[in-house]
């Protein structure tokens, strides 16, 4: 047992929070409300609760560290709640334009965005002590997720590149990161359209068309209720490959990209993890493959569904 000390405008509590089964405070509520305030003392802990701190996968002082991150999310959380109002529903796929697979007059730029590197995500590890325990339990398959290469992704710009010049197309490589968070916003566009301004591109590089390959989530993901693992850890990629109308901001195609895979058989193999590893390459050249496929068939084509 150990004692946190609450503190909410001018009130102030202090109560035992015991490690059994949960994370309790007052009510039965979780502890992770963003006054609390760990006061530990960890050499009067019971033998067999320091050990419960090791099976757990992680000290006090990580979780001290857990609940200073956990304040300055909640803050920031808060302001964007603030900010934003509601969630914009997510762009449903559009079929690649027909006109543009025939057509051979328009000026094609190739980009992509900065890639993120690939991690570990422990989705549904949502409370303080879940945070703590599910890092701990996961950090040989975290530190090994941050290894892996995105070679491959690199490369694909190049190949669209290849593809579209191999059928006549008039295109360029856009060398540059697009930083697509940093456009511009749209106003008064509604679904088939970008939520950012890309005509910009028009200008800078005389085009007509942009396609862009934007990754967002590489790496590992492995699910969880609290602190409890639902299922074996997947590989992961996900993201967006568009097609957009420099003038008009609309989608001339829209590919949302969100693959998993797991691995037959035993998973937990530190520290290089084959089994995983290999599925991580697989979903990879998967990617590669939704997004090679429809720009390579000269007729039109039905979105690729996960």
Known sequence: MFIIEHNQGFSKFQYAVCFEPVFWGPNNQCGSCPFFRLEVNEETLPPNRQ???????????????????????????????????????PQPPVSLNAEFLTASDNRIGVAMDTMPSPNLQLPGANCLLCIAVASGANSELSAHAKTLSTEELAQLKAEVLAVLKEQGRNVILVDDPLLINKLPKTKGLGEGFAKRDFSSF??????????????????????????IPMGAPQATVSGTAFLIDLQSNKYEWYLPIDLHLGTEGEWDEPKDFPGLTNSYYQVLESLRDRVLSPLTIQAPIAQITE
Do not use: W
């Open 202 to 227: 028009a200008e800078q590089h005389g085009l007509d068309h942009l396609l862009v390959i934007d990754i967002n989530g590489i790496g590992m993901t492995r699910p969880y209720t609290s602190y």
């Open 51 to 89: 050990e419960l701190f090791q099976l757990m996968g992680t000290g006090l002082h990580q979780l001290k560290g857990a609940l200073q991150m956990q304040v300055k999310l909640l803050g920031i959380f808060a302001l964007l709640l603030t900010l934003t109002g509601c969630v914009t529903p």
